[in-house]
């Protein structure tokens, strides 16, 4: 059947079994407390690194007969630990915590380190270590501050690694993956195509005859998902709602209604709410309760949609487009924080998931496997590729506040920055409002500061990195574009309303012509557009400009993008009636997200 990965709460789990499928092997992710026998049909276990220590009373809860299956096994960082100490080892707090890369000193290159150099750069993230082995069991490896790297039990075939192989700067970290792989002897001969075959029976054994009403947002992820439910239950067992909330994108309802119609599925209905959602939101300005409210109104949408249509609650299960990564920043799996809540992972979802009535097909992909399985199921090349956009869209584009100024606290830090600032001969203030990030994976909820002034990327990545790692009110550093431009930076009250959502579709639309135009598209893998109620006069509002470029979304470098692309969009936002300064994100994530509610 494959690897199954053991999921103890690490924001990299889920990289663990992305990996193994790319060594064309079928991986999927549980939980520790699996019983045995859902494991029974898996050819190897891999336990997954976490935050916790093995001494903590709130430890993730595991089934310890598990690590008494005769399976192989590979513990990685936490799980290496759990290993150590459920086998008879010791774990001790380390003398020297290890964050980044490490060398490792390969003794014995056998087992899952077969292959491998004397000398191998790997990747660390660790505070307890192990110190002594639990009996029959090697050491295979170490680093200068962690005596236990590696070990092994070769005729047991379990392995412990304290680093992580599965992020790429552990530069061999594959091979050590596909040395595990080859002595569970499980097949490699996953592909896509099985991965379709397998996710249709899986949803036609959860839906036993009943049918799915799914939302289609037009993203790939629920269009994608819409396909393939159609594939595996048949068009009149399965609806598509396309709800349009009013935070969508300029023409966004007429483009996905005509994409699915040219796909050749007639079941997608669709319904203009946008005064229900702006009515749902009014006045509200924190993030999480924006979030929440919209998660919810759609279900409501979703629930009055079934009257409307007459269609039984009782034989219609609720159809997501859900990916692994908005499970696990939704703090949705059973051992990772929350850093934000996905619209399809609040409350009354929650609840609906535990009662079985949540058919998600592609909840345990990443983006990438999700756009090839679009791929293989025939959507459109161009729609396959487009650029991710939330589901609460320009909702949480478009920053809220009552007009009163937060800044407790900030004057003795801003008069720290400013002098950080002026270091790499840059001005700087910080901003009177805030914006989530993610630090030591959980959530922050700080200021932006901006920085204005001649500059180059070198420099600005220079300066925000060394504001957000020593500033811990500063989670993101935005640069002024026009640096003769004067930044605006006294709030005003401004909410989710049809004027402000109006002139953020305006500029949106703006800026993706022009990423088209410059044929930026596929170098920037996302680019928000964000609103934020600064201004110098208190009516017009300022704009900020997020190009990120990532692989997984779960870490994302700014984008550097070339002078005549900032010269045009700026020139061309400028001249939007009601903008006034233009803003671009020099944040990495972490600090920052790629959106910033
Ligand atoms: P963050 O802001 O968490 O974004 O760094 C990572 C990716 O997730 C997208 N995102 C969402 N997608 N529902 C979604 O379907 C949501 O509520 C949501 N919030 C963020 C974001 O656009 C980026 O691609």
Not at 22 to 51: K, Q, T, Y
Not at 291 to 310: H, N, T
Not at 574 to 586: H, Q, R, T, W
Request: proline residues 5%.
């Amino acid at each position: 059947m494959g690897i199954i990965v053991l999921d103890f709460g690490g924001q990299y789990a889920h990289l663990i079994a992305n990996r193994i499928r790319r060594l064309h092997v079928f991986a999927e992710i549980r939980s520790p407390n699996s019983a045995v026998a859902d494991l029974a049909d898996a050819e190897g276990l891999i336990l997954s690194g976490g935050p916790s220590s093995v001494y903590d009373a709130d430890a993730p809860a595991y089934n310890p007969e598990i690590l008494e299956m005769d399976k192989p096994m590979l513990g990685l960082c936490y799980g290496h630990q759990l290993l150590c100490h459920r086998l008879g080892g010791q774990v001790e707090p380390g003398n020297a915590h290890e964050f980044g890369a490490a060398y490792l000193q390969v003794k014995e290159a056998k087992g899952v380190l077969a292959g491998l150099d004397e000398r191998e750069m790997v990747w660390m993230s660790h505070r307890d270590q192990v110190t002594a082995l639990p009996p029959g069991f090697e050491i295979l490896a170490a680093t200068e501050d962690c005596p236990i790297a590696a070990m092994g039990h070769a005729e047991r075939k379990i392995y412990g690694l304290q680093f992580h192989p599965e992020v790429t700067h552990s530069v061999r970290g594959m091979q050590m993956l596909d040395n595990f792989v080859a002595l569970t002897g499980a097949a490699r001969d996953w592909t896509m195509e099985q991965y379709i075959e397998h996710t249709m029976d899986r949803v036609r054994e959860q839906t036993k005859g009943r049918k799915v009403f799914l939302l289609v947002s037009g993203g790939v992820d629920s269009s994608v998902a819409f396909l393939l439910l159609n594939n595996a239950l048949g068009e009149d067992r399965v609806l598509g709602l396309h709800i349009d909330n009013g935070f969508m994108r300029k023409g966004e309802t007429a483009l996905v209604e005509r994409l699915m119609k040219d796909s050749g599925f007639a079941n997608l209905q669709v319904v203009d709410a946008t005064d229900e959602f702006l009515k749902i939101t009014e006045g509200l300005s924190e993030p999480e309760a924006k979030r929440l409210a919209i998660g919810e109104e759609f279900l409501r949408v979703r629930d009055r949609a079934l009257v409307d249509l007459q269609l039984d609650p009782e034989e219609w299960l609720l159809g997501q487009g859900t990916l692994y990564t908005d499970t696990i920043e939704s703090g949705g799996t059973e051992n990772a924080a929350l850093i934000k809540t996905h619209h399809n992972r609040v409350g009354v979802i929650e609840e609906l998931l535990a009662e079985g009535k949540v058919v998600e097909p592609l909840d345990q992909l990443y983006k990438d496997e999700a756009r090839e399985l679009g791929e293989k199921l025939g959507l459109p090349h161009h729609l396959v590729w487009r650029h991710p956009f939330p589901g609460p869209g320009l909702a949480v584009r478009a920053l809220c506040s009552d007009g009163k100024a937060d800044m407790d606290g900030m004057a003795p830090v801003e008069a720290e920055a400013v002098k950080v600032a002026a270091k790499y001969g840059l001005a700087l203030e910080v901003l009177p409002l805030r914006s989530v990030g993610v630090q030591g994976d959980s959530r922050t909820y700080a200021h932006p500061a901006v920085v204005s002034g001649k500059s180059d990327w070198e420099t600005l990545e220079a300066l925000s990195t060394e504001l957000t790692n020593n500033f811990a009110s500063i989670n993101r550093v935005i640069y002024l574009l026009g640096s003769d431009d004067r930044p605006a930076q006294k709030l005003k009250a401004g909410y989710l309303t049809r004027d402000r959502l109006d002139l953020l579709r305006e500029v949106d639309a703006i800026n993706m012509e022009a990423l088209e135009r410059h044929g930026l598209m596929q170098e920037v893998t996302q680019m928000p557009t964000v609103l934020v109620p600064l201004s110098s006069d208190g009516v017009q509002e300022s704009v900020v400009l997020r190009p990120i470029s990532t692989d997984d979304f779960m870490t994302a470098r700014f984008s550097q993008l070339p002078q005549e692309f900032l010269d045009d969009v700026r020139e061309r936002i400028l001249a939007v009636e009601g903008i006034e300064a233009v803003f671009y994100d020099v944040t990495h994530k972490p600090p920052g997200t790629v959106e910033w509610e």
